[in-house]
């Protein structure tokens, strides 16, 4: 696992080359907040970093209900027992929902959230489309984005179901593709620093590439 380490995050990356799966520690000023938990195995050295920080881990956001999010939730909840679970409220609908093909949490959800709530200094945004109930983190200190798999970068930048050759799957596992171009115009509309995704390295804000990925994202509806 590679680790970034930066002033107010560190992102974890599993296998970084063939197959980059990324998660976040959030670093506030007393405690801190895991954006996503890769996929299983990787618990171990999740809990490591974390425990390096020192700081204690208030919460456990995951971006949406996939086994390459979810991961070990439950293995490292039994380290960190005080942190809390969040999923957001469509998400926790759909988990049973048998089309929606979202996987079982091993874990009990604490919380659930909705656009507008805030989870220490992450702002709460509803952004559909990978699945139904994804949302998007925004770290109001930095204006960085944290947005699970509504977009990619590895293999190309893309849209949520925009299907990159080189690194396909974030698209096959995509729900709705309209809705994921509408919630990418909508957050991008705020210009955010950067974009961080589940697969791949950060977006910087770049009128161009995101206009670009809107445009090929359109090209593959129509
Ligand atoms: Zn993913």
Do not use: W
């Amino acid at each position: 696992m590679k680790v970034i380490r930066e002033k107010f995050h560190n992102q974890l990356v599993t296998m970084p080359r063939l197959f980059p799966i990324n998660c976040y520690l959030i670093k506030e000023q007393k405690f801190m907040t895991l954006i996503d938990c890769s996929k299983k195995g990787e618990s171990r050295k999740i809990i490591d970093v974390i425990q390096s920080e020192g700081c204690p881990l208030k919460h456990i956001i995951l971006t949406h209900a996939h086994s390459d999010h979810i991961g070990d939730v439950d293995k490292i909840k039994k380290v960190f027992p005080k942190a809390e679970i969040i999923l957001s409220e469509k998400e926790n609908q759909d988990l049973n929902h048998k089309e929606r093909k979202l996987s079982p949490l091993p874990v009990q959800v604490d919380r659930l959230v909705k656009e507008g709530d805030y989870v220490g200094s992450l702002l709460v945004k509803e952004t559909p489309g990978h699945t139904r109930g994804s949302i998007s983190l925004i770290d109001l200190r930095t204006h960085f984005a944290f947005v699970g798999d509504l977009i990619q970068t590895k293999g190309g930048n893309a849209i949520a179901g925009d299907r990159r050759f080189i690194f396909p799957f974030p698209a096959m596992a995509t729900q709705d593709k309209t809705a994921a171009i509408q919630s990418f115009e909508k957050i991008s509309k705020d210009q955010y620093a950067r974009y961080y995704c589940g697969h791949g390295s950060y977006l910087e804000n770049n009128s161009e590439k995101i206009q670009r990925m809107i445009a090929r994202g359109n090209a593959k509806i129509n």
